[in-house]
Structures are given as structure tokens and as C-alpha cells.
């Protein structure tokens, strides 16, 4: 078979599961909905790997192919194709995406054994991945917004998957209205690039790009900018970014597919495959570096201190998005999503671990009430510490060959750029603190009573169901959690998952060894080898890329050490760090203040506009001066007809006279 009948079979496997489960949802018994969406899911990566041996056969100058089922929307001056782009980007992405995405399905089946809502998610889960995979094979602007938009439908569908959960439900329409400000403007940006180029195909658009626009043309700045704010909101980069902690209220999977290989990494995805506008406008792709590097720097602070245990994970996904953000937009596209990658292997990791340390908690996430784990959850307590390794980019785990891609590539632009990759070190040190920050506060210290049962007695804890976000008591009907918890020491789904991420997130830096074996690098440059305007792509000397490796192994150990030092050899040390610097923490803890400005400058007008229109202007004007004074003008009108109406014949004939003598006065007005 050909690679664009492989793409179309990419995308055909998870839409028939999410068919298949959402028709016959009630009569699939079991858990035979999990294993059917996780077996979709696992056939739409096998085929991404027959699209990938078939690409390889071909020279890599032509390694791009197009294929079009029918015309998807065709009216006066364009004609949108159903036309998917199979190139080097998009099998890249479609492994990514569907591999993890299946070892998540997996995990997922042990996970939500007892939830009465199993086949519905399983259902969302594929509908989740088959909106993913369409925005990454997409070929022209307009499918690309579908799978824009149906990636953001799905999301809210999965983070408000607990819909008695006042909370869940907030998160859901939270990331919804804020992925809908991207959805708008990534509409208005392909307008505009339409309106110069005539063409919405990518190959057409960037084909005539350089013919259109010149260097930093005023259009196309605008464009970007708003492609920028599209990439932004899917990819929780400031200021769109706070949707993105509070999407944990969905399931702890959930929080796996969307932080991991999908959702998030859609706004890196857009950047990657309009680098050739992004470079043709280089003001718009330095303010885009900026932004990705300031959001590391914001994320990695407010991590330090979340107690939330999936909410402080969330921040340093953020973080970790600044990174491949800065990475694209200085046209190290490579490096960007080679992260990409890493990143997948590891977060994936660590939420999996998330999940299997609530489930021994009976659905508690705080920190503060965590600890002892380690001999307790053997098998947990090293898969996450392995993930926790490749997000603080310790020496030779995955982590720590492709952060410093980014940074060395950063470097390598020089001048101001040198002063963001400096920064991202900086964010580097702060993050292989919060990394570990994490694993010895949960399988250190004191033994928990969870922990000490689990540890001595060999039992799971069990607790009356309780929302954890507010503490507030809950049932387990639809709808709710179910009442059963797991931890991967006995769901062998959930270790094999965890297993083999852990794998990934050890060996997967041999994909970027450090320009001496780089078989990624070598696949995607020719996507990215036809730049406009004669950009150039960094590439770090091995001397920048040795040291660069060299600093960063270095900042990664001190970063470990004095979080052993904090949490571990003078364990008190961090009370007295909150009662020292009181207002710094409140600062961290109320996450800069962005909700709290949010809520000030938008939500509360627009709330009292709201109830302004609904009690003064509908109620009022509308109900009460419009409906209301026409209706009682009206009744008033009919009660003096029908007061007229007295039966007498004598009053009949006054009215008759009046109407004459009314008549006769007017002829003799208009003849005078």
C-alpha cells in the first residue's frame, strides 16, 4: 500500500472504534469496549509504521504526499479538499501520537475498570485521538481547524467526564471558551493568508508565500501572531495557559493523552508546519521564542510550589510546552520536536504514576498527606522516578539530550537569543528541583497510613468518595468516579504501560545523541530543508553541543541535591523557606495571579453585563416596555371597543352622527 492509504487507515481505526462503542455502548459487556479502542488505536500505529516504511523508499526530497477523497467544502473563489498531507512531519506525529495514545488506552482499561461511565470514555477516548491524528494529516487550513476544533470538543468532553462534579464541569467549559479564543484566531489567520495567496492547501500557501509577502510583510506578521495565539490557547502558553491545571479534573488518563502526545502539543505541531510564514516574518517568530520562554520561566516557578500532586505535574507540562515552543520558533524544528517526543514518553510516565499513587491514597492528591511510598509501590516508586529523571534532564536519560538540543540551538542564533537560552537553563535548574521535589515527598519521609497498610498488610486504602479538588462527599453513580482504585504493582495493563514508557524515557534520547547518531534530525530536515527567504536552521557545533551537555548534566545534579537536601536531609527546611518568604509563596501559590486577574477583567463584567441584560434590557425593556406595553396598549384598546359596544340603538346612531359631523368638518378645513 501506498503512505497516503496508510494515513487514510491512520485515521479510519480510531473513527470506526469511537462508531462502534458510542452505537452499541449499552451491549458491549466488560471491559471489551477498553480492549476494542485500545486494539483501534494500536492498528492506527501499525499503520503509521507501513506509512513510515513506505516513505523510506522513496529519495527524502520526495518523501510529501498528498491524497483527496472528495471536495469538503467548494463555493465561490476556493475549493477545500478532504485531502490529507503524508510527509515526514505527519508520520512523525502520527507515531507519536497513536503509540502513547495506545499505551494510555491500556492503562486506561485498569484504571476505569469500575467506573459506570466505561464504555462513554473509551468512546471520548478514541474520538479524542482520531481529532488529533486529522489535525496532524490534514492538508489545507480548513481540515486542519476541523480537527482544531474537534480536538478541543473532545477535551471538553474528557476533562468534564465526571459531570457531577461541579468542579469537573467548570474545568470543561474553562478550557472550552479558552480554546475557542484560539479556534477564532487561527480562522481569521487563514483568512488572511487566503485573502493573498488565493490558495489554502499548505503546499499552495507556502508555495506562493515568498512570491506574496516580503521579509516582515505587515499581513503575514498578522497572520502569524494570530497562528501564535491559536498555538497558545491548544498549548496552555501564557496568557492563555490556565485552562490547563484545571483540566485535571478529568481523569488522571485523561490528564495523560491530553498533557502527553496530543492535545498539547497541537500549538507545536502549527508552528512546525508553517515555518516557512513564521520565517518570512521573523518579528512574528522571535515574539513567539519569547512567549515559549517566559512561560517555562512562569510554570517552573509555580510548580515549586503546588501541593496538588496532578496540578504540579500539569505546571511543568506547561513548562515543558515553553521549551518545544522556543524550539520551533527559533527554527531548531528538530530540536523542538524532538522534546516533543521525549517529553511524551516521560509526562505520560509520570501522570500514569499520579494515577497509581491516588489509587493507593483512595483518590487523595495532596502532597501534604502523601509520603513513605517507596517500598510500598516498588514498581511505581521506580517508573516514576524514572520519569522524574528525564523531566530534570539528568545525564544520559531522554530528557537531557533533547532540552539541550533546544538550548544549544538557542544559543547557536546568538545575540538577544543567547539571553532566553540562558533563562531556559535557568528553568532547567528549577526544574530538576520541583522533579524531585515530588519523588521524595510521595515514597520518602514518614510512612503514611495508606502506605504503612499497603506496605504491612498488603491492603489497598479505601475511602468514602469524596471530590478531592474541594473535599467535598460524592456517590459513584454515573457520572462519578467509580468506587474501585488500582495501582499498576497489581494491574498488569497499567505496568506494561508504565513499562514501556519508562523504556522511552531511558533510551529515547538515542534518537538526538549529541550530532554523533541523530536519525530523527536526518528524517524531518527535508520537511524543513525548503525555507523561504533563505532562513537558516541552527545546528550546533559539537563544541556548544558538548558543553551545552555538560552544564546541563550539571545543573540537573545540583538541582536533585539541594531538593534532596530541602525534602529530605533537613526536611523542615521548606516550612521555614514558605514562613521567610511569605509573600513570595502566597505569590507562587496563587499562580502568579492569573485567575485573579482573569476574573477581574473579564469574567466579572462580562457576568454583570450578563445579569444587566437579562434583569434591566430583557426583563424590563424588552418583556416589560416592548411585549409588555404593546400588549397592554392593545388591551387597553380592546376594552374601549368593547365599552362602545353597548346594544342601544340610540348610542349607535349618536356614533353615526359624530362620525358625519366629524366628517363634514374635515371637507369644509380642506376646501377653506
Given amino acids: 500500500m501506498s503512505a497516503t492509504t496508510y494515513g487514510w487507515l491512520i485515521l479510519a481505526f480510531p473513527l470506526a472504534g469511537t462508531i462502534a462503542i458510542a452505537i452499541g455502548f449499552k451491549l458491549w459487556p466488560g471491559r471489551s469496549a477498553g480492549w476494542i479502542a485500545s486494539a483501534m ?95 496532524v494529516l490534514a492538508g489545507n487550513f480548513v481540515l486542519l481547524i476541523v480537527g482544531w476544533a474537534f480536538v478541543g470538543a473532545a477535551s471538553y468532553l474528557l476533562i468534564s467526564f465526571w459531570y457531577r462534579r461541579k468542579t469537573a464541569v467548570q474545568a470543561g467549559i474553562k478550557a ?118 517566559a512561560t517555562l520561566v512562569f510554570a517552573a516557578t509555580v510548580a515549586l510550589v503546588m501541593t496538588d500532586l496532578k496540578r504540579a505535574i500539569a505546571y511543568s507540562t506547561i513548562s515543558q510546552i515553553g521549551y518545544m515552543i522556543l524550539g520551533v520558533s527559533v527554527f531548531a524544528y528538530s530540536a523542538g520536536l524532538f522534546h516533543l517526543m521525549t517529553h511524551a514518553f516521560f509526562k505520560a510516565l509520570l501522570f500514569m504514576g499520579a494515577g497509581s499513587i491516588i489509587g493507593a491514597m483512595a483518590g487523595e492528591q495532596s502532597l501534604d498527606k502523601m509520603g513513605g511510598f517507596r517500598k510500598a509501590m516498588p514498581f511505581t516508586f521506580v517508573t516514576f522516578t524514572i520519569g522524574a529523571l528525564a523531566l530534570a534532564a539528568f545525564p544520559l536519560f531522554s530528557g537531557f539530550f533533547s532540552k539541550d538540543d533546544i538550548l544549544g540551538s538557542t544559543i547557536t542564533r546568538g545575540g538577544g537569543f543567547i539571553v532566553l537560552a540562558v533563562v531556559g537553563y535557568l528553568a532547567a535548574f528549577v526544574t530538576a528541583i520541583y522533579a524531585f521535589r515530588l519523588v521524595f515527598r510521595v515514597f520518602w519521609g514518614e510512612r503514611v497510613p495508606e502506605a504503612a497498610e499497603l506496605e504491612d498488610e498488603g491492603k489497598l486504602a479505601h475511602a468514602e468518595p469524596f471530590n478531592p479538588a474541594n473535599n467535598e462527599a460524592e456517590d459513584t453513580e454515573v457520572g462519578f468516579p467509580g468506587p474501585e482504585h488500582h495501582i499498576a504493582e497489581r494491574e498488569w495493563p497499567m505496568k506494561i504501560a508504565m513499562g514501556t514508557l519508562a523504556f522511552g524515557a531511558v533510551f529515547g534520547g538515542v534518537f538526538g545523541f549529541a550530532n554523533l547518531f541523530d536519525p530523527l534530525d536526518k528524517f524531518l530536515e527535508p520537511a524543513f530543508e525548503e525555507t523561504a527567504g533563505g532562513a537558516h536552521i541552527p545546528h550546533p557545533s559539537d563544541a556548544t553541543e558538548y558543553s551545552g551537555l555538560t552544564i546541563g548534566g550539571v545543573i540537573s545534579i545540583t538541582g536533585i541535591a539541594i531538593a534532596w537536601f530541602v525534602y529530605i536531609r533537613r526536611a523542615g527546611l521548606s516550612g ?25 477583567a473579564f469574567v466579572r463584567p462580562l457576568v454583570a453585563a450578563g445579569r444587566f441584560g437579562r434583569t434591566v434590557v430583557e426583563s424590563k425593556l424588552v418583556q416589560g416596555g416592548l411585549v409588555g406595553g404593546t400588549s397592554a396598549l392593545v388591551r387597553e384598546g380592546s376594552a374601549f371597543a368593547r365599552s362602545l359596544q353597548t346594544g342601544y340603538l340610540r348610542a349607535y346612531a349618536l356614533l353615526v352622527l359624530a362620525g358625519l359631523v366629524g366628517l363634514a368638518g374635515y371637507f369644509l378645513i380642506v376646501s377653506s
Fill in 41 to 135: 488505536i494500536g492498528l492506527s500505529f501499525l499503520a503509521a509504521l507501513g506509512a513510515l516504511f513506505d516513505m523510506l523508499d522513496h529519495d527524502p526530497e520526495g518523501r510529501a504526499f498528498t491524497s483527496s477523497l472528495f471536495s469538503y467544502a467548494k463555493t465561490a473563489g476556493f475549493d477545500a479538499q478532504m485531502g490529507i498531507l503524508v510527509d515526514q512531519l505527519s508520520v512523525f506525529m502520527c507515531l507519536v501520537v497513536s503509540g502513547v495514545s495506545f499505551l494510555i488506552h491500556l492503562y486506561s482499561i485498569s484504571y476505569m475498570t469500575s467506573d459506570k461511565g466505561f464504555n462513554r470514555y473509551f468512546a471520548y477516548l478514541n474520538f479524542f485521538v482520531f481529532s488529533m491524528l486529522l489535525l
Fill in 576 to 600: 521555614a523557606l514558605v514562613r521567610r518568604f511569605p509573600r513570595v509563596h502566597e505569590f507562587l501559590v496563587n499562580k502568579w495571579y492569573f485567575d485573579e486577574l482573569y476574573d477581574a
Fill in 176 to 293: 472550552f471558551v479558552i480554546n475557542v479564543i484560539g479556534d477564532i484566531a487561527l480562522v481569521i489567520a487563514a483568512f488572511l493568508l487566503f485573502s493573498k495567496t488565493g490558495a489554502l492547501e499548505f503546499q499552495a500557501v507556502f508555495e506562493g508565500a515568498e512570491d506574496v509577502f516580503v521579509k516582515n510583510d505587515g499581513t503575514l506578521i498578522a497572520a502569524c501572531l494570530l497562528l501564535l495565539v491559536g498555538a497558545s490557547a491548544k498549548s496552555a502558553q501564557l496568557p492563555l495557559h490556565t485552562w490547563l491545571p484545571d483540566a485535571m479534573e478529568g481523569p488522571t488518563p485523561v490528564s495523560s493523552l491530553i498533557h502527553a502526545a496530543t492535545m498539547v502539543t497541537a500549538g507545536v505541531y502549527l508552528i512546525a508546519r508553517t515555518h516557512i510564514l513564521f520565517e518570512l516574518a521573523p518579528t512574528a517568530s522571535d515574539i513567539a521564542a519569547i512567549v515559549g520562554t
